[in-house]
Structure formats: C-alpha cells, structure tokens
C-alpha cells in the first residue's frame, strides 16, 4: 500500500521548524517574493526527490527508512549546486518581472478625451501585468524543471 503522504502528516512541529530553516538558509532574495518563490521551488525539488527516495526504498524492500525521504532529499538538495543556482536564476527571473512591472507601454492616440485616455491606458497596463506574471511562472517551471535532483 502506498502511504506516502501519511509521512508527512507524522512530521513534528520541530522537524517542520528545522526544515523551513534550512531551505530558508539556502533564500537570500532581496524581496519578499523572491524568497518565497526561491523557497517554492526549492521545496518541488525536495519533494519530487523525496518520493524518488521513498518509492526507490519500498521497491526495494529497504528497511533503513531510519531517516525520512524527505530528510534525505533535504541533504541531498542543501550539497548539490541546485540550490545555489536555483537562488540565482529566481532572483534573475524577479528582475526581469520587476523590470516588465515598472515600463509601461503607452502609445498616445490623437487627442481623446482624458477618460478614454485612462481606460486604454488601464486596460494596458492590466494587460502587461498579466502577461509578466505568465513568464515569470512559466519562468519558475523551467528553473524548477532544469534543476531537479537526479533519480537514485
């Protein structure tokens, strides 16, 4: 029977406390969101090795499951240079977000009336917002894709 995620509902609040610290280590976003988007991908990798490891062990039969998958995949995650270049590539997809946030395109048409002016200018903006927060997941998807943890 698989019970995979019955693990992770067994997990104490110090384990929980002592992870979050060490992938919060590995963050050194410069913004709020940085962080958490460093910490998101961080933990899709973790977990994604993590179940590696733990459908690996129970193929196996292994009965050294002393210390948790997820533990392992931490380890293995915190020496790899994963870490350092998932940091870097998500700070280099946040500037380029904040970039496309700050220019806005405005063309001026002839000479409409102030409100019309507002709404073009609003509906633009809208526009780019939404197409920036589009690349910078599809962004956040590749980093995570290109720098998962190799299968054992």
Known sequence: M??????FQQLSGNECTEMRSRILSVATGSSP???ILQLSSAAVIIFEHSFYIFDNRRYLRDQQESVP?????LEHYMASPHAAAVRESVGAAICAYQEAMKTAVYTHQRSLPA????????RSQEKKESQ????????????????RLPRL
């Open 2 to 7: 698989f019970n995979f995620p019955s693990y």
């Open 33 to 35: 969101l940085e962080n």
């Open 69 to 73: 998958s997820v533990h392992v995949a």
């Open 115 to 122: 409100w019309m002016m507002k709404l073009r200018f609003k």
């Open 132 to 147: 920036a927060k589009a690349e910078l997941i599809e962004t956040l998807f590749d980093i995570t894709s290109k720098h």
